[in-house]
């Protein structure tokens, strides 16, 4: 299950793009050729992306991301997507790979070399006898009827006890698991989460739309491809019972939440205690044997039921469902986690291996490059930035006037909650790697087994919460490329990919551009903590309704406008569904006001300094006719400049939250009064239209 702690600032489709930047380690600030130097490279890259023949009052995404598709082309460079996240990946994954792949020096700590271990172990998965490992796995919890035929006896097949058994052993939760994370209604200390699986096709949508058909029969091909290749299984017994697997995820997929309808976590939970989730689904879902078996132990405490149409939803599935359909799904979601095929050229293998690498242990390589590559100087501008955009939106909520449908109150506790919000670099520096790989030996030698103690051993970290203090939220892999507001703590992290200098900061380059990049994805952040989700979460991080009636009430006649908005657009011929779901869009709008409110208050300021000339004689770039503050917008519009393979578009829309770059460009800056009149838009232009959305 995924609880919804986190909101996060980029898409959620990722892939590697773009040819390196100039290394930064050959560069040398401290000369006035090479500052001009970096300063005429940024401009010629703006430019590049640039289509200047456009008119910015009808598409600003156009006119500032008009070229981008036909320099970074997604179906040329064989990516899902092109952007700046994947830019920053792209960047942060060669020093990782630089790392991997270096032999063990000063630097590396004894968990690093284990990390090691398992990239090289990966790299040598061809020397496996893959299908008998995956049967010696299947062997730990039964028989699969799959492989058995008509020897299997399906009278003594328990699938809760066997999917229970599976989750305490490994931590995979085949069709519904338990888990243990922090209470979102007091985060001081952890509960027991009881809950759908983890989806590979991820969303409601992508198992039961007809325009997702095409993923859900790749999906199809993947698993007999892999029934066919790894427990050996003849071709046309893997197809047929590939069409079983499938069909019986779709009808469980029947249960998942509708991610347009933007409930909230508070909406998709319920407290209860054990013996009355027993009541509720027994004696189809024996809740006491799956809490004992998952957790080696009874539980007295209340525990958290997530979704509960899933539940529902599965106590009729389990009723009509052969029981050798369900047995050998969940033996194939037990293999499907350890299933890797080798890639060709060795150059794709490891990449491939450093995503995997990453999944299992992001927190350990963002260290080990924070580590290796730490750059105080970025760290000092990110807090200097944070500093600037906490003290203007503190300024906006002690407005009498710029946020008068707010009533004095609860804006009090706004203030209160935004004086708690803090913001880190996600480096980990304070993590206790000493005891995360305490229980680990791996070697260069077994990616399977590597993987196997793995999970082994994150199982048992997991259980061993249910009696711990509730420690900061872990998200891997998810917290490495993106800034996020982890609401249930009330905190901002920004990824260590940020620190890598030259893609979208410099301290020669202007601040409009600073601004306008990395402010705006701050800001986006900040004001996440505010939005239909994070307004739900207090100072202190708990879910708590601190609102008004009529400020909340006021809230949702506001979010109605973006709604609406949103609800109009079209995506490449995709008429997008309007949706009650508008965090992210609150977000974008909300965080680039943010970032343009505190790059224009410190312009000002630099009027009245006796040197401020100096400084804003800087905030233009050589040979781009752009003032500063159309530089500021042109900018933030680039951090969304992105193509998408063909293929997957559908996929985009249909599992994406965020909404498509030029929409997201379009949407905000059209809502906002300042960038019409900096671009002399017209009113009724397309980008000044006469009704505007406007929350924060």
């Avoid at 590979?200 to 997702?212: A, F, Q, V, W």
């Avoid at 995503?355 to 501008?381: G, P, V």
């Avoid at 030698?445 to 259980?463: C, F, I, P, T």
């Amino acid at each position: 299950m995924r609880l919804i702690f986190i909101f996060i600032t980029g898409h959620v489709l990722m892939a590697l793009t773009l040819a390196a930047p100039t290394r930064e380690d050959d560069l040398h600030q401290d000369t006035p050729y090479i500052k001009e130097l970096l300063r005429q490279a940024k401009a010629a890259e703006i430019e590049s992306f640039m289509d200047q023949k456009a008119d910015p009052c009808s598409d600003f995404y156009t006119f500032s991301c008009g070229n981008y598709k036909r320099i970074n082309s997604a179906s040329s460079l064989q990516e899902i997507t092109t952007g700046v996240f994947e830019t920053l990946t792209n960047g942060l994954n060669r020093k990782i790979l630089k790392m991997l792949n270096t032999a063990h020096d000063i630097h590396d700590s004894p968990e690093d070399i284990q990390v090691k271990h398992f990239y090289e172990s990966c790299l040598r998965i061809k020397e496996l006898n893959y299908p008998e490992k995956l049967k010696k796995l299947i062997a730990e919890f039964g028989t699969m009827p799959l492989l058995e035929g008509s020897s299997w006896k399906e009278e003594d097949f328990d699938w809760l006890g066997t999917t229970a058994r599976i989750s305490h052993r490994y931590g995979i939760r085949p069709i519904i698991g338990v888990d243990v994370s922090k209470d979102f209604a007091s985060n001081q200390r952890n509960r027991v989460y009881i809950g759908q699986q983890e989806f590979p096709l991820e969303s409601r949508s992508m198992y039961l739309d007809n325009k997702t058909l095409i993923y859900r029969e790749k999906y199809l091909s993947t698993i007999q491809r892999i029934l066919q290749r790894f427990p050996a299984v003849k071709s046309e017994l893997a197809k047929k019972t590939a069409r079983e697997l499938l069909d019986f995820e779709v009808d469980l997929a029947q249960g998942l939440l509708d991610e347009s309808e933007g409930l909230g976590i508070e909406e998709i939970t319920e407290l209860l205690t054990v013996p009355e989730m027993q009541k509720r689904y027994s004696p189809i879902l024996d809740i006491n044997q799956l809490i004992s078996l998952s957790l080696g132990e009874r539980v007295s405490d209340q525990i958290y039921e997530f979704n509960k149409r899933y539940q529902q939803n599965l106590v009729e599935v389990i009723k009509r469902t052969p029981k050798s359909t369900v047995a050998n799904y969940i033996f194939f979601r037990l293999i499907y986690e350890f299933v890797e095929t080798p890639s060709v050229p060795s150059k794709k293998q490891k990449k491939d291996c450093v995503d995997l690498t990453k999944k299992l242990f992001a927190e350990s390589l963002d260290n080990m490059f924070y580590r290796r590559y730490n750059n105080e100087k970025s760290s000092r501008e990110i807090d200097e930035m944070w500093r600037q955009l906490k003290a203007t939106f503190n300024e906006t909520l002690r407005s009498s006037s710029a946020l008068d449908w707010i009533e004095p109150p609860t804006r009090k506790l706004a203030i209160a909650k935004l004086q708690a919000m803090t913001l880190e670099i996600n480096n980990y520096a304070n993590y206790n790697f000493t005891e995360k790989f305490a229980d680990l030996n791996l070697q260069s030698s077994d990616y399977v087994e590597n993987l196997r103690q793995s999970l082994l051993v994150g199982a048992k970290q997991m259980r061993e919460l249910l009696h711990k203090p509730a420690k900061p939220l872990e998200a891997g892999s998810q917290l490495s490329f993106t800034p996020a507001n982890i609401l249930v703590e009330n905190i901002i992290k920004v990824p260590v990919a940020l620190l890598q200098p030259f893609y979208i900061w410099s301290d020669v380059y202007p601040n409009a551009v600073m601004f306008g990049t990395l402010a705006s994805l701050i800001g986006h952040e900040l004001i996440h903590g505010f939005d239909d989700n994070g307004r739900k979460f207090d100072a202190k991080g708990n879910s708590n309704d601190w609102w008004d009636e009529r400020s909340s009430r006021n809230f949702l006649e506001r979010r109605q406008c973006f709604i609406e908005q949103y609800g109009r657009y079209v995506y490449d011929g995709i008429q997008l569904k309007e949706s009650t779901e508008q965090s992210e869009n609150i977000a974008d709008n909300g965080g680039m006001r943010l970032a343009y409110t505190a790059y224009h208050n410190w312009y000002e300021k630099q009027l009245t300094r006796p040197n401020g000339n100096h400084y804003l004689a800087k905030e233009t770039l050589p040979n781009l006719p752009y003032s500063a503050k159309q530089l500021f917008f042109i900018s933030f519009a680039q951090i969304w400049c992105n193509d998408v393979h063909p293929r997957v578009k559908t996929l985009q829309v249909s599992t994406d939250t965020h909404f498509p770059g030029n929409l997201r460009v379009i949407g905000s800056l059209s809502n906002f009064d300042e960038f019409s009149k900096e671009f002399n838009c017209p009113a009724g232009s397309a980008m000044n239209p006469s009704e505007k959305c406007l929350l924060y």
